[in-house]
């Protein structure tokens, strides 16, 4: 245990501090990417040795979570995936003057989820991976539908709309290769469609360039926020008051959906979200700006990176693509993450925890005095802001896999996100198909195969049968009840 | 009376949807579904494709027909799942 102090060393906090504040930038910035950018520092680490080297990656990947919101909230375009749940109230926040709440309010979310999620680590990582072992492909396939189905009710517009648009999403998600086969689908000869649509370029499209095709469209309903005593900036008591709920529900969520196999931050943060939308007790407020779904969320997202380091450090699984990097600098460094690790090295495992109650400190320090500036962003006349926003989602989607290919699709998701607007069809379910759509046809897929081609397996544990009753009340309840009503009111007249 | 801009909206909007799922499932004719048991790249793209045309449909339908729509819905999955499935003789 005294090896947690290890994190206090000169060299070690400079790497903790290099790290999140490479994670910060990382996260604002749409495009590169957590993974991406642990990939570009990897040789650097190597020659920092393992655990200032590990814990300068750590750093970037918790680092990144902090920053994500920043963008989400000012101009509505999500610095990475786990985000893009930020934009629906952050930006409405940012649009009625309080940037500066929703992004303290997220600094503090994210710091208590990160927190939080440190102390369950150090205590419960042996017995919760053993929890996640137990999902095979068939609970994991049970608990996607499940959690699309809760979610498709995100902005608490018609559920079927919201339905479609996860299925749009799921659609889109099988363009490029087949997860298992290889076979190249839906790509129409196209040589840049054949790794798939990315995903940064879809969303900068649904929701960047859509903003701004929405602001050149009607210039007079973009009011410019004005800008508001430096006091202002910080969240009010109400609000704090307010986000404790919400913040501590999306703690427990995020780590524990952190703990499941696939990206994680992302489905916790819809989670925190949809969960938000319903038991709340300002739920009627959220989807207009309300500081709840942005502290929910936020919260998850880091209680979720957390969990995910479970999984990794218990048995040397990784899954997420930051996680899998992370693993990738752990064998270079001849640390070999498992069972074994605690035995063979503990000062890079406790060196590595106790880092990141040391990041998370450096990150709150980090990020509220900087609040003032990032929140002056959203007071720029949009005929400054927009054309920067639009280049900035250019060099988001073209960035991703260096593709002009991906640029036409941020501009055909724009034109999408803009119509799908006007229609009343929002496009945060259509991104969480996106996401889910390649852990459900592979969980699907490798079910039946295990099952021989019997469907049975589906629900052949209890877990996955549980799982998958649920989604058939969540689907049938809703319209149940609306036709039990319309009976009721045909009988009444 | 004409129905409110909202509803006419909403059914311009089920009837694209339609379009794109007909156009997906006619796309993805191409591609092999193969057995349950080794699945082909087909089999997913149809169950999207065709989720997608059912919730169009439904979006566009209103007042009896959506819980006509569901009972027939529900019937007709029952008589598949415990008739030619399960083999229970039903009345």
Known sequence: MSDLFVALTPANLLACFAGVVLGTIVGVLPGLGPAGAMALVLP???????????????????????????????VNVPGEAASVVTTIDGYRLARKGRAG????????????????????????????????????PAEYFAFALLG?????????????KSLAMVVAGIMLSTVGMDPLGGTVRFTF??????????????????????????????????????????RALYPSREELRRSVPPMLRGTVLGFLVG?????????????????????????????????EGVAGPEAANNAAAGGGMIPLLALGLPFTPSTAVLLSGMLLMSVTPGPFLLRDHPQVFWGVIGSFYIGNVMLLLLNL????????????????????????????????????????????????????????????????????????????????????????????????????????????????????????????? | MSPRPAARRDHWSALGLAVLALGYLLAGRRYPLDTLATPGPGIFPLAAGLALLA??????????????????AVTAASRLLFGTWLGVPLP
Not at chain 1, 113 to 135: C, D, E, H, K
Not at chain 1, 198 to 206: H, R, Y
Not at chain 1, 208 to 220: F, K, N, S
Request: hydrophobic share 55%; proline share 6%; with cysteine.
């Open chain 1, 189 to 230: 000869d196209v040589a840049g469609a054949q790794a798939g649509l990315s995903f940064i370029a879809v969303t900068a499209g649904l929701f960047g360039v859509a903003e701004v095709l929405a602001t050149i469209a009607a210039p007079a309903d973009f009011a410019p926020v004005a800008r508001v005593p430096f």
């Open chain 1, 44 to 74: 650097l680490t190597i020659k920092l040795g393992p655990t200032a080297g590990l814990i300068m990656l750590a750093g970037i990947y918790y680092g990144s979570m902090y920053g994500g919101s920043t963008t989400s909230i000012l």
């Open chain 2, 55 to 72: 919730l169009a449909v439904w979006q566009g339908l209103d007042g009896w027909w959506r819980p006509a729509a569901l009972a027939l």
């Open chain 1, 148 to 160: 699309v189905t809760l979610l498709a009710n995100l902005t608490g517009g018609a559920r079927a």
């Open chain 1, 369 to 493: 005095p900087l609040v003032g500036i990032f929140a002056r962003v959203a007071t720029i006349p949009p005929r400054y802001l927009m054309p920067g926003v639009l280049v900035l989602c250019s060099v988001a989607a073209y960035s991703d896999n260096n593709n002009a290919f991906d640029v036409w699709v941020m501009v055909g998701a724009g034109v999408l996100g803009y119509a799908m607007r006007g229609l009343g069809y929002d496009p945060a379910p259509l991104v969480l198909g996106l996401v889910l759509g390649p852990v459900l046809e592979r969980s699907l897929l490798q079910a039946l195969t295990i099952g021989r081609g019997d469907p049975r397996e589906l629900w052949s544990s209890a877990p996955a049968a549980i799982m998958l009753v649920a989604t058939a009340v969540v689907l049938l309840a809703p319209a149940a009840r609306a036709g039990l009503r319309l009976w009721t009111r045909e009988r009444a007249s």
């Open chain 1, 101 to 136: 709440a929703a992004l303290a309010i997220a600094a503090i979310a994210s710091f208590v989820a990160g927190t939080f999620s440190v102390v369950a680590l150090q205590l419960a990582a042996p017995f919760v991976a053993r929890l996640a072992l137990a999902f095979g």
């Open chain 1, 259 to 291: 703990l499941v196999p696939g990206p994680a931050a992302t489905i916790a943060s819809f989670v925190s979200y949809g969960v938000e939308k319903r038991v709340s007790r300002y739920r009627h407020e959220i989807g207009t700006g309300a500081i």
